[in-house]
């Protein structure tokens, strides 16, 4: 049992925080956090000998989100609750923060894979061995996908700055 | 990338703005960046970006952990949540008398509530899979279609078929091995038997097939010896099946339940 818990733990802060960055709203993401450790627990003894446990808790989650996603657009359009503002760290730097906000308002316009791939491996450090195997794919087509990803973000960036450069003459 | 005087590429890139290069190579895609300042512009926003989202999601690392997410918590519920399952189970014999009954059940379920109507649903689920179990559980020649010598094959063949991702429970530990599976009409869908074996050559099947609705608890259904505990989990229907007491056929149907997950991945390109 305790066993469990020294496994698992270390690893909720950064589940919420992933679980944050996609939803955006802290009850939200900790509903998911909340049914992604669930599942984990139910399952955890049946888990392969050679799983890495911090894969395996993001791929739970990432999936458990991308069902959620799905049926959500089943369902029809929806709209987000964004309590981001709250959450976000106070800079006093204003041009970096400028440029900051826009990073987390460019990533949330890609598409899901990309996001996912961007926040597991730039913000919470999971190595490309970890990443394939929350997306289920091989590590070259983790480096692929991770070097589209990073291109949107920076074509959406660089055109966002532009247009705030353009806006401060 | 052993060889740390190859030419700089995509790969060395990502790596090097992931900090995965060996001091060396860093050297390397360092000298090789002063001289093309167009990529050196580009992995400065990379890295620039990187810094920016950490530290833009740091704060959510600090807070402490809320009561509803720690493992204890969420373990006591589940203890809650099981005992209420089996003691469901217990009371749900009434349902079988009903299961039985046949001709005037296509009549009931057009007018019965949603859950009622699943309930049957689940109830029919439950009686097919016993009349599959009868049929095929005594055979010797061919109990299965593909033997568990081709798992994996059996696997992914049930799971195309039925649209949904299987797995074939693993039921050792209690002493039952898997045979195989098969492939069998449910309507106008399909449905899946395994069938396990122990040493003493007792054999029970598990039958999965798509039910609409939500979850549902264990229901137990017992007809001519046979018993059957039949749930939905995620939209697909569950029954296990086997000549042996309720209590025996409750705990395997826990482990089934446990690790029949459906936990679709969602199919490539979609999301």
Known sequence: MTDLAAEIEPHIPALRRYAWALVRNQDAADDLVQDCLERAISRWHLRRPDADPRALLFTILRNQYVNTLRQKARRGPHVDIQDAEAHIASDPDGERSLLGRDALQALSTLPEEQRSLLLLIAVEGLSYQQAAEVFGVPIGTIMSRLSRARASLRALIEGGTRVTLRRVK | MT?????????????????????ARRLVVIRYLEANPAVKARINTDLAVRDWLRQRLAPIDDATIPDRLRV????????????????AAAASVALLLAGGAGGWMANDLLRAHPTQRQQLALAAAASDAIAAHRIFVVETAHPVEVGAAQQQHLVQWLSRRLKHKLVAPDLSRQGYLLMGGRLLPAGSVAAAQFMYE???????TVYVRAVEGGDTQFRFLAADGLGAFSWVDEGLGFAIVGALDREQLLSLADSVYQQLDPQRRPPPGES
């Open chain 2, 72 to 87: 204890e918590t969420i373990l006591a519920r589940r203890q809650e949540t099981r005992r209420r399952r089996i003691t």
């Open chain 2, 198 to 204: 122990n040493g003493t050559g007792t054999r029970l």
């Open chain 2, 3 to 23: 060889d740390d005087n190859a030419p700089v590429g995509e790969d060395d890139l990502l790596a090097f703005v992931d900090g995965y290069l060996t001091e």
